[in-house]
């Protein structure tokens, strides 16, 4: 059995598909977060520039987000190696709300048994989460495809 690993989301990718679900206008999450135009969240979203680790937190707060997984996405795209550095010296404590209900689900599955991951074990995960993980990424496109085609935001991107 082949493992599928699912396609790998970038920081712009995300920042698109939160900004197109978010009822809160540009210009006032950029105040929020520090700055005085909103063009600079435009840049963030084409991956045109860097989103600052200063400003991770922040954001992620404003679009009501998780921080770590903001922070995860940021640092494994723009500072790899950074990234791998920090998670060896940090561990399994560098997870989001959700991994961590992943994983209690997974301790209330085994009824808290130590589960040793085997290739065997690995591929049936992976194979229970693809369908997951796939629908997951489906809502997000059609959700960002939706609020692309509200009036409000069709004339917002005419004026731009």
């Known amino acids: 059995m082949k493992q599928r690993i699912a396609t790998k989301l970038t920081v712009a990718g995300f920042l698109n598909t939160k900004f197109a679900s978010s009822d809160v206008r540009q210009n006032r999450i950029a105040k929020q977060i520090g700055y005085d135009h909103p063009n600079v969240l435009t840049m963030f979203k084409?991956?045109?520039t860097k989103l600052p680790l200063n400003k991770v937190g922040p954001l992620a707060k404003a679009l009501q987000t998780d921080p770590m997984h903001l922070l995860r996405l940021v640092m494994s795209e723009y500072m790899p190696?950074?990234?791998e550095s920090l998670?060896?010296?940090v561990g399994t404590s560098l997870v989001t709300r959700k991994e961590l209900e992943l994983l209690q689900a997974v301790?209330?599955?085994t009824g808290g048994h130590d589960l040793i991951v085997t290739g065997e074990v690995r591929n049936a995960i992976f194979d229970a989460l693809n369908?997951?993980?796939e629908r997951a990424k489906a809502l997000n496109a059609s959700v960002a495809q939706i609020v692309a085609e509200l009036p409000a935001n069709k004339?917002?991107?005419r004026k731009n």
């Open 46 to 48: 084409q991956g045109k």
């Open 81 to 83: 190696e950074t990234w």
């Open 87 to 89: 998670q060896d010296l």
């Open 107 to 109: 301790r209330l599955a």
């Open 155 to 157: 004339s917002a991107k």
């Open 131 to 133: 369908p997951i993980a």
